[in-house]
């Protein structure tokens, strides 16, 4: 997987994932709370508008849209002013992607991002063995709207679903989330120790996972 390093503070990057932009289905799928799809699309481009500046990074983990309308592909783009690293969903057109590369600043699949000494994978999917998690690695993805959030719950991973209707974003009422509103989550998780001697303690220590 990639190693990318971004030279940014934490609150100034910003994750969104699952926005299924266009989708009108997911009104239902999701329950999400709109009468209509054009209700959902302006509250995503309000949110964007009013929440990000050209100071951050948008980092979206995939599935972003649904289908490929022009209008409704620039529409959005417009509504974001600042630089988009782009994870691939199993309903994003890569193609189509690929082909408005100039409104990102990456497109792949999977990453590894390094903001200062963190390394994060960064997937649409939830990779459950990822890099780096023996080393007090995290994890960010979307896709699974909250279905897993129970498991998750239960596992002593670092790992976490941040999409538009996960338990993450509904409990913080919103879908952007900022790397250190992320940082927080995963404190209390440690219960406010260091990600690595957390890691260590859990997968190489006397009670370790690994070694019953
Ligand atoms: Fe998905």
Known sequence: MKLIKINKEPEKIFFTGDLHYQHKN????DDRNYETLEDME????AELVQ???????????????????DNKFHGLMSCIPCPIYKILGNHDKEKYFREHSDYFEMIEDSVIIEVGNQRITLSHYPILDFPYMYSGGLEIFGHTHGHLDN?????PYLMVDIGFSSGFSKERGTFLHSLDSIYNYFDEKTSGKNYSAW????YHGQDSLWNP
């Open 26 to 29: 997911i009104l239902t799928l």
């Open 42 to 45: 302006s509250y995503i481009r």
């Open 51 to 69: 929440t990000l500046s050209d100071d951050n990074i948008l980092i979206d983990l995939g599935d972003m849209f649904f289908g490929t309308r």
């Open 151 to 155: 498991f998750l719950k239960t596992i």
């Open 199 to 202: 890691a260590n303690e859990k």
